[in-house]
Nanobody, 124 residues
Framework: QVQLEQSGGGLVQAGGSLRLSCAVSRIFHNYAEGWFRQAPGKEREFVAG????????YYTDSVKGRFTISRDNAKNTVYLQMNSLEPEDTAVYYCAVRSSPSTNYYSPLLYDYWGQGTQVTVSS
């Protein structure tokens, strides 16, 4: 059973920072991680992710320059550093892992395993 255990998140004022962590219970070969978010009444949307070979990172336009995805292979953990947070970033954030090499990295349908989700609330 694969588990993705998330931590971090919480309440922060606009302009503040948070870091999300996602610990993966086993080592994958040929996989890619991603972060998604879902605001109330909205569909789950891609936030950031790695390419399947790990050589590239991708971000949705609204977070470019503010969010950074990274990983610590020794800890089998992926992170999402979020700076200059805005009220519009308020959502439940999910980490996910996919084995598909598809370039449609932004589609949640391609991801096989998901974390439990963590709430991020940004006050104005």
């Amino acid at each position: 059973q694969v588990q993705l255990e998330q931590s971090g998140g919480g309440l922060v004022q606009a302009g503040g920072s948070l870091r999300l962590s996602c610990a993966v219970s086993r080592i994958f070969h040929n996989y890619a991680e991603g972060w998604f978010r879902q605001a109330p009444g909205k569909e789950r949307e891609f936030v950031a992710g790695f390419s399947w070979n790990g050589g590239d990172t991708y971000y949705t336009d609204s977070v470019k320059g503010r969010f950074t995805i990274s990983r610590d292979n020794a800890k089998n953990t992926v992170y999402l550093q979020m700076n200059s947070l805005e009220p519009e970033d308020t959502a439940v954030y999910y980490c996910a892992v996919r084995s598909s090499p598809s370039t449609n990295y932004y589609s949640p349908l391609l991801y096989d395993y998901w974390g439990q989700g963590t709430q991020v609330t940004v006050s104005s």
